[in-house]
T-cell receptor, first 111, second 110 residues
Framework: DGGITQSPKYLFRKEGQNVTLSCEQN?????MYWYRQDPGQGLRLIYY???????QKGDIAEGYSVSREKKESFPLTVTSAQKNPTAFYLC??????????FGPGTRLTVL | GQQVMQIPQYQHVQEGEDFTTYCNSS?????IQWYKQRPGGHPVFLIQ?????EVKKQKRLTFQFGEAKKNSSLHITATQTTDVGTYFC??????????FGAGTILRVKS
């Protein structure tokens, strides 16, 4: 089955810790995206990558970092610099037609 | 930057009633997409509209793209409990970013 996987589903972090969220796709898509979802605020773009070894900041990149060493993988690190990291994080990839396919998401809670 | 506004924020309807959500962009869009997110789930692509004035139907769902390509609507006829969720519109900036509206939460009372 083709699709996007994210792990873990739930993640708990102590203040001051960095955590890395995994995102893997086997859809052979070049473009991948990370969004943050907070209640009532829709989806906000954190980072996106159009091709391997290249990525761009989205609207709320501060406190986050990414890498794109392989076409299939686009991990997101939430650093201790992110002031309010508790949220639902969604990874997506897009086809050439622009349709976005989302993973199941990771719920991050800072304790 | 581009902004996409969506109204209403929330709507609670009786099963069988119709439902409409509206999307307005501050700039002209190259195309617009609609997604549905079930409670506890992730967004799932519904449709993409590209042409000015385009109307597309999927069973009880009707999607419209405005003549100026700055607004869009999703209308559901005779809602069912399976329609429950949040409906998002999203517009592509002329570039590489998809800008999402805040979504409309639909609740259906049976």
């Amino acid at each position: 089955d083709g699709g996007i996987t994210q792990s873990p589903k739930y993640l708990f972090r102590k203040e001051g810790q960095n955590v890395t969220l995994s995102c893997e796709q086997n859809l052979n898509h070049d473009a991948m995206y990370w969004y943050r979802q907070d209640p009532g605020q829709g989806l906000r773009l954190i980072y996106y990558s159009q091709i391997v070894n290249d990525f761009q900041k989205g609207d709320i990149a501060e406190g986050y970092s990414v890498s794109r060493e392989k076409k299939e993988s686009f991990p997101l690190t939430v650093t201790s610099a992110q002031k309010n990291p508790t949220a639902f994080y969604l990874c997506a990839s897009s086809s050439l037609t622009g349709e976005q396919f989302f993973g199941p998401g990771t719920r991050l809670t800072v304790l | 930057g581009q902004q996409v506004m969506q109204i209403p924020q929330y709507q609670h309807v009786q099963e069988g009633e119709d439902f409409t959500t509206y999307c307005n962009s501050s700039t002209t869009l190259s195309n617009i997409q609609w997604y549905k997110q079930r409670p506890g789930g992730h967004p799932v692509f519904l449709i993409q509209l590209v042409k000015s004035g385009e109307v597309k139907k999927q069973k009880r769902l009707t999607f419209q793209f405005g003549e100026a390509k700055k607004n869009s609507s999703l209308h559901i006829t005779a809602t069912q409990t399976t329609d429950v969720g949040t409906y998002f519109c999203a517009g592509w900036e002329y570039g590489n970013k998809l800008v999402f509206g805040a979504g409309t939460i639909l609740r259906v009372k049976s």
